[in-house]
């Protein structure tokens, strides 16, 4: 597959999901990059920005498994992964597989359960596996997590541990949209009482796994010169230096990001990375893993305003 092909099928996703969503161009790209990079995503934002419907959209534009799950302050492992039940024709226990045996999941509100049942998608989302019962199944190489929350801040909520944080490829927060977005919103949506069906859009499918996978496999071959290479690792180094940071990246997050500018350079149309690409994902790719120090969390800070210090204090090549 040639990289102008790869540029060409994420342009029409792009164009298939605007046919639903109204801005959200960031997240949109962010969905589209996690796909090609094999990562997961973590949208957060206050209720009615359309975290569900951009992850449902987005889902019916490639030809994957789609599944859901609500999460809700009850939910229990066994209801994400499945159980083993016993049956008296056979007499033996078969496993009644959870949504978690799908590609796309959507954790909807993620937060909003404790935290033993939030670790069952730890495996899952590291491994793309889950054991139940002492026996591991594979979920498949199309396994992909699109997890929603709202802001820590509203009641009823679980913060996400770090281990499972740093599984995340990208967070990205939706703000409320500008006062044109909204009323195109309105104006698309205005008239229904309910949250609009998707399929009410004529939306394409756009690619399915296999055409991912080749997609996958030509944006592994492009080109990270090892200048580009330790640019990456000085950033990520640097996050562990700065003052205001208690705690920095995981060598986890830098092979993520190298996988990731990789796929931010061929939907630009180019065969190899440039500092720029890196830049473009810095904010995202850190906002979740980096924890603020005390006197930071006192001061206000704000991690992204501390990754942009970063970039501009780690020199780039030229």
Do not use: W
Request: hydrophobic content about 40%; glycine content about 6%.
């Amino acid at each position: 597959m040639q990289i102008d092909e790869i540029s060409a099928i994420a342009s029409n996703i792009k164009a298939n999901v605007r046919k639903v969503i109204v801005g959200q161009d960031e997240a949109i790209d962010l969905l589209i990059i996690g796909l090609l990079s094999e990562g997961h995503l973590l949208l957060e934002g206050v209720p009615g920005v359309a975290k569900t419907l951009l992850a449902q959209t987005f889902s019916s534009c490639v030809d994957l498994n789609f599944s859901r799950i609500q999460f809700t302050p009850d939910l229990m492992p066994g209801d994400v992964l499945g159980t083993n039940i016993y049956s008296f024709e056979d007499s033996a226990f078969h496993l009644t597989k959870g949504p978690v045996f799908t590609d796309i999941l959507l954790a909807d509100e993620v937060n909003r359960t404790p935290p033993k049942t939030q670790a069952a998608l730890l495996q899952a989302m590291h491994e793309r596996e889950v054991s139940i019962d002492g026996t591991t199944y594979d979920l498949g190489a199309g396994f992909m997590v699109i997890a929603t929350q709202n802001p820590i801040e509203h009641q009823g909520t679980y913060p996400l541990p770090e281990a499972q944080l740093d599984r995340f490829l990208f967070k990205l927060v939706l703000d409320y949209p500008e006062r044109e977005q909204e009323r195109a919103i309105i104006a698309r949506h205005g008239h229904r009482a309910v949250m609009p069906s998707v399929e009410e859009f004529g939306l394409e499918t756009v690619c399915n796994l296999e055409t991912i996978s080749a997609m996958r496999a030509r944006i592994a071959d492009v080109r990270l010169e090892d200048e580009v290479l330790d640019y990456i690792v000085d950033i990520v180094r640097a996050t562990r230096e700065h003052p205001s940071i208690r705690i920095g990246a995981s060598p986890r997050c830098g092979s993520m990001m190298a996988r990731s500018c990789r796929a931010v350079a061929a939907l630009d149309g180019r065969d190899y990375v440039v500092p720029d690409d890196i830049k473009a994902i810095a904010v995202p790719v850190f906002s979740h893993r980096l924890g603020l120090a005390p006197s930071a969390e006192i001061e206000g800070q704000q991690v992204s305003t501390i990754v942009q210090q970063i970039l501009e204090q780690v020199s780039a090549p030229r």
